[in-house]
């Protein structure tokens, strides 16, 4: 009844898991064992499947507690500028793989992100012009 937002995104996360891992064992289950031995024995694991399962805790971590900043962040701000935040993530996150992993940027990734940035630019403009 009164869930905060923490409450209430572990709960759908918990629930989630339970309808959905049934699922995930049956379609996935046969070939788990072949693909979790390919994965360990990948030469960039120096301890096998012990390093791998800290790798996929630690993805999982991230990505729990990633959503979890974005469900308290959606409680405070109004929808519209959390979906302006969550553009402005992207187009950043996007930069940053240009620079340090020195990704080439498509012409079609160049105007998405120069969209998104004039976008974001424009709605701010016009909201503290509305005020």
């Not at 994965?39 to 790798?55: C, I, M, R, V």
């Not at 109004?78 to 620079?99: E, Q, Y």
Request: hydrophobic residues 50%; proline residues 4%.
């Amino acid at each position: 009844k009164d869930l905060t937002s923490s409450n209430m995104y572990s709960v759908l996360t918990i629930l989630a898991a339970l309808v959905l891992l049934p699922f995930g064992a049956l379609v996935e289950g046969p070939g788990l064992h072949a693909a979790w031995k390919a994965a360990a024995a990948h030469p960039s694991l120096t301890n096998g499947g012990t390093e791998l399962a800290k790798y996929l805790v630690y993805s999982g971590l991230t990505f729990f507690l990633y959503n979890e900043v974005a469900f308290a962040a959606l409680e405070s701000l109004h929808p519209i500028s959390h979906a302006v935040a969550n553009t402005i993530k992207r187009v950043v996150i996007i930069v940053v793989s240009v620079l340090v992993f020195r990704n080439p940027m498509s012409t079609q990734s160049i105007i998405g992100s120069s969209t998104a940035v004039i976008g974001v630019l424009l709605y701010s403009l016009a909201k503290h012009y509305c005020k």
